[in-house]
């Protein structure tokens, strides 16, 4: 039976960023949704679809200015 080769490297980790640069937005800053959401799951299912796709932009639109 060949030999299958040497193997690849293992993937190198990835650093995390320094303590400091831990960015401008925090988890107590982003604004609560829980009521917002109720009030969503409670409407039609093309109004929640709507609704939560503009709940879903701003939170990508957070994470986006948190990340720089």
Do not use: F, K, N, W
Not at 19 to 42: C, F, M, N, T
């Amino acid at each position: 039976m060949a030999s299958p080769g040497p193997r690849p490297a293992p993937p190198r980790p990835v650093p995390g960023p320094p303590p400091g640069a831990a960015g401008s937005v925090q988890a107590r800053d982003l604004p609560d949704y829980a009521g917002r959401l109720e009030e969503i799951g409670a409407l039609p299912l093309e109004e929640r679809s709507a609704g939560l796709a503009a709940v879903h932009e701003e939170l990508a639109s957070l994470l986006r200015e948190a990340e720089g």
